[in-house]
């Protein structure tokens, strides 16, 4: 057999098995046309046919059509509790001074006294001042001089006199009259010298005063305002 014959076979031959084997005649499934393939495919109803000229859909449509998956929301943050506002802290009321002076010692006791029983804390001081100004005839040294004084006096109408008996410096002086104030006792040594009284003068007698203050707010002290005003005196808190 000549090499060519043998070629037209070989090639007959397999055309022959090529033919069988696209119906399917050695066992095998035939191959699917282009309707079943395209039924196999996932979603085919998402699948479009565009012409060449067709424009591309808006990128609305695309999203409708294959729309993105949605993210989910975050959860809402619990509300936190508010504060409520507390109370408005009240004013401090400001704290006064006041202050009592010239006081005896009774009566500076007694104050003092009366302000802790009202819970309050008193401050007391005692200090030496003038305590009255005095109208008188120095010391004569002697009961008898000074009793020879009193007879002159007698004699020029005086008659409102004594003379001092207490040991001391001023044992036989002979008063004639003790003021509160420097004014009242120049006005008695003027009327005095009218008379004729010559060796008469003014002078202070001192004594031991108290004083006392406190510091507490304006209604602490309003109870004491009605004091004696000649008494008050000035202090700081």
Same mark, same amino acid.
């Given at each position: 057999?000549?090499?060519?014959?043998?070629?037209?076979?070989?090639?007959?031959?397999?055309?022959?098995?090529?033919?069988?084997?696209?119906?399917?005649?050695?066992?095998?499934?035939?191959?699917?046309?282009?309707?079943?393939? !395209? %039924?196999?495919?996932? @979603?085919?109803?998402?699948?479009?046919? &565009? +012409?060449?000229?067709?424009?591309? /859909?808006?990128? $609305?449509?695309?999203?409708?059509?294959?729309?993105?998956?949605?993210?989910?929301?975050?959860?809402?943050?619990?509300?936190?509790?508010?504060?409520?506002?507390?109370?408005?802290?009240?004013?401090?009321?400001?704290?006064?001074?006041?202050?009592?002076?010239? !006081? %005896?010692?009774?009566? @500076?006791?007694?104050?003092?006294?009366? &302000? +802790?029983?009202?819970?309050?804390? /008193?401050?007391? $001081?005692?200090?030496?001042?003038?305590?009255?100004?005095?109208?008188?005839?120095?010391?004569?040294?002697?009961?008898?001089?000074?009793?020879?004084?009193?007879?002159?006096?007698?004699?020029?109408?005086?008659?409102?006199?004594?003379?001092?008996?207490?040991?001391?410096?001023?044992?036989? @002086?002979?008063?004639?009259?003790?003021?509160?104030?420097?004014?009242?006792?120049?006005?008695?040594?003027?009327?005095?010298?009218?008379?004729?009284?010559?060796?008469?003068?003014?002078?202070?007698?001192?004594?031991?005063?108290?004083?006392?203050?406190?510091?507490?707010?304006?209604?602490?002290?309003?109870?004491?305002?009605?004091?004696?005003?000649?008494?008050?005196?000035?202090?700081?808190?």
């Amino acid at each position: 057999m000549s090499t060519l014959r043998f070629l037209f076979i070989l090639l007959l031959l397999l055309n022959v098995l090529a033919f069988a084997t696209l119906k399917g005649w050695l066992g095998g499934n035939a191959p699917a046309g282009e309707p079943e393939r !395209l %039924n196999n495919q996932l @979603a085919p109803e998402r699948i479009q046919f &565009l +012409r060449k000229d067709a424009k591309e /859909p808006p990128a $609305s449509q695309r999203a409708e059509a294959d729309p993105a998956p949605t993210a989910p929301e975050p959860a809402a943050a619990a509300p936190q509790p508010q504060e409520m506002p507390g109370p408005s802290p009240a004013v401090a009321e400001a704290s006064q001074c006041r202050a009592w002076i010239g !006081l %005896n010692t009774e009566d @500076a006791s007694h104050l003092a006294e009366r &302000l +802790r029983t009202a819970g309050l804390q /008193p401050r007391q $001081s005692s200090y030496e001042s003038t305590s009255a100004w005095w109208v008188r005839i120095p010391p004569q040294g002697s009961r008898e001089a000074a009793e020879r004084k009193v007879r002159e006096l007698k004699a020029l109408g005086v008659t409102d006199y004594f003379i001092v008996q207490d040991a001391g410096p001023t044992q036989f @002086a002979i008063s004639l009259g003790l003021f509160k104030t420097e004014n009242a006792a120049n006005q008695q040594l003027t009327q005095l010298r009218s008379r004729g009284v010559r060796s008469a003068g003014v002078t202070t007698r001192s004594g031991q005063h108290h004083r006392v203050e406190v510091s507490a707010t304006a209604s602490a002290l309003a109870a004491y305002d009605g004091l004696d005003p000649a008494h008050r005196g000035e202090c700081k808190p």
